[in-house]
C-alpha cells in the first residue's frame, strides 16, 4: 500500500537537471537516479522510515503493525513534484514484538503483530480512516516533498496556480488474473490492484512506480482542465484567454507520456485503464482544442494584417 502527493514545483521556470538533482539529495553521499529520455525525471534515493502502530482497518479492529516505510520524491519535466511513500504489509511470524534490528532487516515491510486479513486492511486504508496512531503513509510521502518546496534554489513564484493531488493504493497479492482499478473523488483518488503483488520488494518497487506514474498523468490533465476553465476558452475574447493558458501551454503540454517508466510487465495495466476513462483520450481532445484556438488566432491575426 502507499500514497503519492503531486503538485507543481515552486518555481517559475523549468529547473535544469543538475538543480533538480541537488533538489532531491535527501541523503547524502547517495546517488540520485536521472533520465533524459523521453523526458527529463530525477528520483530521491530511498529513505526509510521505523514505524510502530495502528493499521486501519474496514472493521476498526485493532491490529498494530511494526516495521520500516519506504519514501522518495521525484522531479518529472524540471517543473511536476512527487513525494511518495508505501510498505507492504505481512503477517508477523511469531505474533508479538521483535526487536528492531528484525525489522531493520526487512526493508520497506511492515509485519502486523495481531492477526488480520488483507482485504479489510486494505479497504480500511482506501477509506481514509483518520484516527490518531494510524500508518499515515500520506503524511510521510508529503513530508518528503515540503522539504524540497522550501529549499532556497527556488524562486517560489510558479508559473500557473494548480493544487496538490492525492493518490492511495493497494496492491493484494494472489493467483487472480492482474487487474486494476482507478477511482476518482474529490478529495483524492484510489487505486486497487490485484494479482501483482508477491511480497517481493523489486515487485512492490515496480507497482509503486506504476501508481506514481498514473498519479502523475491525472494531475497533468485535472490541472490542464482546470486552466481551461479559468481561462473561459471559447466563451470569451479568443486572444485573452490564450494569453491566461500560455503558461500550461509553456509547461504541461510537452509532459504527456503515460507508461515511459513503467515495468514490461506492468505497462497492460496502464493500457488498460487507459481504454475506460480514457486520460489520453481526453488529454488529446482538451490539447487539440487548445492548439484549434491558436490556430484561429493566428488566421485572425493574418487577416488583419
Given amino acids: 500500500m502507499g500514497e503519492v502527493h503531486t503538485g507543481l514545483l515552486q518555481h517559475s521556470a523549468a529547473v535544469s537537471p543538475e538543480v533538480a538533482v541537488g533538489l532531491v539529495g535527501l541523503l547524502r553521499g547517495v546517488v540520485v537516479r536521472s533520465a533524459q529520455r523521453p523526458v527529463a525525471y530525477v528520483v530521491s534515493p530511498d529513505v526509510l522510515e521505523g514505524v510502530d502502530c495502528h493499521l486501519a482497518h474496514a472493521k476498526d ?35 508479538r514484538r521483535l526487536p528492531w534490528s528484525y525489522y531493520l532487516a526487512r526493508p520497506g515491510v511492515v509485519e502486523t503483530v495481531d492477526k488480520a486479513e488483507g482485504a479489510p486492511l486494505a479497504e480500511g486504508f482506501l477509506d481514509d480512516r483518520a484516527g490518531a496512531g494510524l500508518l499515515d503513509l500520506g503524511a510521510i510521502g508529503s513530508r518528503t516533498m515540503d522539504r524540497v518546496q522550501v529549499s532556497s534554489a527556488l524562486d517560489h513564484r510558479p508559473a500557473l496556480r494548480s493544487a496538490r493531488t492525492r493518490v492511495r493504493w493497494v496492491a493484494l497479492s494472489g493467483d487472480t488474473p492482474p487487474a ?20 517481493d520488494a523489486v515487485v512492490a518497487a515496480a507497482v509503486a512506480t506504476l501508481c506514481e506514474d498514473l498519479a502523475l498523468h491525472d494531475w497533468l490533465l485535472t490541472t490542464l482542465l482546470s486552466e481551461v476553465g479559468r481561462a473561459q476558452l471559447g466563451g470569451g475574447e479568443r486572444m485573452a484567454a490564450l494569453a491566461r493558458l500560455q503558461p500550461a501551454i509553456d509547461h504541461l503540454l510537452h509532459l504527456w507520456m503515460p507508461a515511459a517508466r513503467v515495468a514490461a510487465d506492468l505497462a497492460g495495466l496502464w493500457e488498460s485503464l487507459d481504454r475506460r476513462p480514457g486520460l489520453s483520450s481526453q488529454w488529446e481532445a482538451t490539447v487539440r482544442r487548445i ?10 491575426t493574418i487577416g488583419r494584417r
Avoid: W
Fill in 180 to 199: 486494476i482499478t482507478f477511482t476518482v473523488r474529490r478529495d483524492a483518488r484510489t487505486i486497487r490492484l490485484r494479482g501483482v503483488a508477491d511480497g
Fill in 291 to 300: 492548439r484549434d484556438q491558436l490556430a484561429l488566432a493566428a488566421v485572425a
Fill in 61 to 95: 479492529a485493532k491490529v498494530r503493525g511494526v516495521g520500516t516505510t519506504i519514501s522518495r520524491v521525484s522531479i518529472t519535466g524540471g517543473h511536476v513534484l512527487q513525494g511518495s511513500a508505501y510498505t507492504q504489509i505481512r503477517p508477523g511470524a511469531l505474533g
